[in-house]
């Protein structure tokens, strides 16, 4: 890239991405496009560390005798702390204003989406954990903190105590043990879970069958976000016994991973499953479609579980949401109420509000977000509030007040009997998925679909009309003939001048006369005594 802009009069570079998260993410493309920028700026080109120090965020560790014992050097008289740094998410301001503001065009996807779908962004469901697997919930956590108050190497334990405090709630009925390894190469456990009957099937899967279930009576196709696929630790896959829940309901469930189809052919394989195999819903990681994946084919997505990075977080609620999209798109979140789930919801609530704010929609606590000091990923702003006692709850009343009224009005519907009304335009839309084969053919009539839908309504394309609000196509009247090329079809369905077949009232014989000969440039005038038709 840097070679080709050199050599280049002009440059536009194009990006969906710009940031990652982290200052540094555009530290690298700034000196391919503009070296001469960083130079004035008293930069070098292996300065990364310094960029980060000056906009972005470096958290230092620093172990000593006094906290854990603990020194690279312990068997000599030499002996010194352990000290650990970590590039962290944020950005200071003065990357735009210096480097940015000048050379950079920023736009929405909606500033160039002529005709964007509704995003419906549904507040996170806050549902109730199982009586019978609270005390289970409560002992894993007592437990943990015992462990971190009583052992010398007890810091150690605050990521754990996250880690399976999150997850642990959505499968307890195969998860696994947790054991620390100590200095003596020995395995300490810390925590055994207590067996829980696989036949229960939890708050949180009921509530998902109630949302896939709506769904499904639209016609609708699903996307479910998890994170534990038990890649890292076997026992905590969740994919399987979700496959299995909603199978009950009589949906077609399919598993997309990293081992079932190359990262270059997930989105034709998806795309297969959903529109021609006719599987209803994917359980799928949300790293898997982090980038470069579209999800058109699956307008609704639900994110059953909450990945610790808010990017890729974000990056995964947008997959469906892309221009070429013609559903209503929908997000729901789930999670367990008065657990770390419901402190992660309420994180993520508090960070979407800051990046909200740098996308020019501020609020005020969306501005105290950005310009706080807690720009760190998910979990490390999780473990800081377990350390400092701090309980996060979340609020389904003012998430809801929030929410938009379609928003309102889809959580309100949760679990009760749906009637799917199409609306013309999505009857449109819907037979041309169905009838047209190319997509280039699609694309053009689904992009017109407004006109052409208002000329249907208004009788100007013959063997098309909306009886009692219900499509009709009859290609018979339309062409006299049932076999049509997508190319003509588009042709007929874009061409409104010629589509009106004219009536015995538009028609009209007369004679020719002298003073009304008709001029052409090719062909000859009508001699006078001829008959002609007025047809317009």
């Known amino acids: 890239m840097g070679s080709i802009a050199a050599v280049s009069k002009k440059v536009i570079g ?20 503009f070296p001469h920028l960083m130079v004035e700026n008293g930069f070098a080109y292996t300065e990364v560390r310094k960029w980060n120090e000056n906009f972005g ?27 650990t740094e970590k590039v962290m998410p944020g950005i200071s301001p003065y990357v735009f204003s ?6 950079s065009v920023l736009v929405r996807l909606v500033d160039v989406w002529p005709d964007p779908v509704e995003l419906v962004n549904v507040p996170t469901i806050l549902v109730d954990l199982e009586e019978e697997l609270k005390p289970h919930y409560r002992n894993m956590v007592n437990t943990f903190e015992h462990a971190i108050n009583s052992r010398d190497d007890g810091y150690k334990l605050y990521m754990p105590l996250t880690q399976n405090g999150i997850a642990y709630p959505d499968n ?3 998860f696994p043990a947790f054991s620390i390894k100590t200095e003596s190469g020995h395995r300490d456990l810390i925590w055994e879970p207590e067996k829980f009957p696989a036949e229960h099937l939890l708050n949180k899967e009921k509530k998902l069958q109630e949302i896939i279930k709506g769904e499904l009576d639209e016609g609708r196709k699903s996307i479910v976000y998890v994170r534990d696929t038990g890649s890292s630790v076997e026992g ?14 009589g949906a077609k469930v399919c598993i997309l991973d990293t081992s079932t189809v190359k990262t270059n052919k997930r989105s034709e394989w998806l795309k297969q499953k959903i529109e021609k195999e006719g599987y209803d819903v994917c359980i799928v990681s949300q790293a898997l479609v982090e980038v470069g994946l579209d999800l058109l084919c699956t307008p609704t997505l639900i994110f059953y579980q909450f990945s610790w990075s808010l990017f890729t977080i974000n ?21 367990y109420k008065d657990t770390y789930q419901e402190t992660m919801a309420m994180l993520i609530a508090q960070k979407n509000k800051a990046a909200g704010a ?81 997509d280039s053919s699609k694309n053009v009539l689904i992009r017109k679909s407004s006109t052409i839908i208002s000329h249907i309504e208004q009788g100007k394309i013959n063997g098309f009309s909306f009886v009692n609000g219900v499509l009709e196509v009859d290609l018979i009247e339309a062409f006299g003939f049932d076999c049509i090329q997508d190319g003509e079809m588009v042709a007929y369905l874009t061409d409104y001048e010629r589509k009106v077949v004219a009536t015995e009232e538009q028609i009209s014989l007369f004679e020719v006369k002298a003073e009304d000969k008709i001029k052409t440039k090719k062909r000859k005038a009508p001699v006078t005594g001829q008959l002609a038709f007025e047809l317009f």
């Open 172 to 174: 307890p009925f195969s």
């Open 14 to 33: 194009g990006t969906g991405t710009l940031f990652g998260g982290k200052a540094e993410d555009v530290y690298y493309t700034l000196w391919r496009l």
């Open 98 to 103: 210096k480097f940015l503001v000048q050379n």
């Open 57 to 83: 965020n470096i958290e230092t560790t620093i172990y000593g005798s006094d906290d854990t014992g603990e020194y690279s050097n312990k068997q000599s008289r030499g002996g010194v702390t352990r000290k």
């Open 358 to 438: 740098i996308n020019g929609e501020a609020s005020s606590d969306g501005l105290n977000a950005m310009l706080g000091s807690d720009d760190a990923d998910l979990q490390t702003m999780l473990i800081e509030s377990i350390k400092k006692g701090k309980v996060l709850k979340g609020s389904t009343e003012e998430w809801t007040a929030e929410a938009s009224d379609r928003a309102r009005e889809i959580l309100a519907g949760i679990g009760k009997k749906k009637q799917k009304v199409l609306t013309p335009k999505e009857q449109y839309v819907a037979w041309v998925n169905q009838h047209i084969e190319t």
């Open 315 to 335: 990056q995964a609620s947008r997959r469906a949401w892309r221009i070429g999209q013609t559903e209503e798109c929908r997000l729901y979140y789930l999670a």
């Open 236 to 249: 905590r896959d969740v994919r399987p016994r979700l496959k299995i829940v909603l199978e009950q309901l």
